[in-house]
Nanobody, 129 residues
Framework: QVQLVESGGGLVQAGGSLRLSCAVS????????MGWFRQAPGKERTFVAA????????DHADSWKGRFTITRDNAKNTVYLQMNSLEPEDTAVYYC??????????????????????WGQGTQVTVSS
């Protein structure tokens, strides 16, 4: 059974930082490119960041470049999202997702939510002003 379990969300003041984690089980983690998406109330799910299965290649949405950083630890089957200088507009549910990239090259990643095979249940991030 595949499981993606996010943690690390919570309430933080504007200007603060959070580190989200996504622990993955039930699949060969090193085969999967990983992504983070977010969904604010009343809005569509939005791409935040993605990382290749090797971890050497990453992509961050322009809106969050310089503030958010995605990393992964294949030995721990975990992907992370470091979020700095948080703003009230960052309030959303954050989801991690896994995309089977076994035959797509070690540097592959995607920002397209419909390419991802598995999703976590999300973790709430609330930024107060």
């Amino acid at each position: 059974q595949v499981q993606l379990v996010e943690s690390g969300g919570g309430l933080v003041q504007a200007g603060g930082s959070l580190r989200l984690s996504c622990a993955v089980s039930g699949l060969t983690f090193s085969w999967y490119a990983m992504g983070w998406f977010r969904q604010a109330p009343g809005k569509e799910r939005t791409f935040v960041a993605a990382i290749s299965r090797s971890g050497r290649n990453t992509d961050h949405a322009d809106s969050w470049k310089g503030r958010f950083t995605i990393t992964r630890d294949n030995a721990k089957n975990t992907v992370y999202l470091q979020m700095n200088s948080l703003e009230p507009e960052d309030t959303a549910v954050y989801y991690c997702a896994a995309d089977n990239a076994a035959y797509k090259g070690s540097g592959y990643y995607t920002s397209s939510w419909n390419e991802y095979n598995y999703w976590g249940q999300g973790t709430q991030v609330t930024v107060s002003s």
